[in-house]
């Protein structure tokens, strides 16, 4: 008996998610929120609803594949009826690309919903996933519903050919060994995690590593002190 084929996200679509842009509509204000930054402003609007916790979803275009705009719409108001007894306050959003050349998914966001309710909601609706909120910071998580595919010959050879010498040649020494993650973050992340002997003490690390697992801000020194009183040593010492 065959199994079940797996589904997967291509490190191409997960770029594309963290490079996205998610805005909250707050009345004649909006909130701009970017996957493994802070928002203060939405820190603080957490702090105003007295909840700990919030999710950005949308139900438009399953699984990245896009319908019409009528199906997306009556979609997207279903899992806002849905999510509407899991938590106290929604607020309208959309998610647009980087460069905002791509129409807008009408989202929303669910403050003070449970991770397992905001889970089921992305998982209903045939999400590849959402973002997810729950510390004082604002920091906002990128949460996939399923695993990083690996990268196709083809992917890796495209992405290969927009980087410079110096990267490759700490790609070949094995500087970061899995690459696919590598595929996912900005050139700045990767100069970062390609070149550990560079880093800067003085200056802050990215606020995720590259498969999206948060790092607490600080500088490096300050994350060093953190690591060595937790009695772990510092990555790719």
């Not at 008996?1 to 509509?25: C, F, G, H, W």
């Not at 890796?156 to 595929?183: C, F, I, N, T």
Request: net charge negative; with cysteine.
């Amino acid at each position: 008996m065959n199994e079940p084929d797996i589904r997967t996200i291509s490190p191409k679509l997960i770029k594309a998610y963290r490079e996205a842009v998610y805005v909250i509509q707050i009345g004649d204000r909006e909130i701009a929120l970017q996957v493994n930054k802070a928002s203060p402003q939405l820190a603080k609007l957490m702090k105003e609803w007295e909840v700990s916790t919030a999710a950005f979803l949308t139900a438009f275009n399953p699984f990245s594949q896009v319908l019409d705009p009528q199906e997306n719409e009556a979609r997207q108001k279903k899992m806002w009826a849905d999510a509407q007894p899991m938590c106290p306050k929604i607020f309208p959003g959309i998610g647009r690309d980087k460069n905002d050349q791509w129409p807008h998914e009408l989202s929303m966001l669910a403050l003070g919903i449970h991770q397992q309710d905001a889970q089921a909601l992305a998982d209903q609706y045939e999400q590849n996933a959402f973002l997810w909120i729950s510390n004082e910071q604002g920091f906002v998580s990128l949460k996939l519903r399923h695993p990083i595919a690996e990268a196709t010959d083809q992917e890796l050879q495209e992405w290969m050919l927009g980087l410079s010498q110096p990267h490759m040649l700490a790609l070949l020494r094995g500087a970061y060994p899995d690459v696919k993650w590598l595929m996912t973050i900005s050139e700045a992340e990767m100069e970062h995690w390609l070149f550990p002997q560079y880093w800067d003490l003085n200056q802050p690390w990215p606020l995720a590593t590259p498969d999206g697992t948060a790092i607490s801000a600080g500088t490096e020194m300050d994350r060093m002190f953190k690591l060595t009183a937790s009695g772990l040593e510092k990555l790719h010492s």
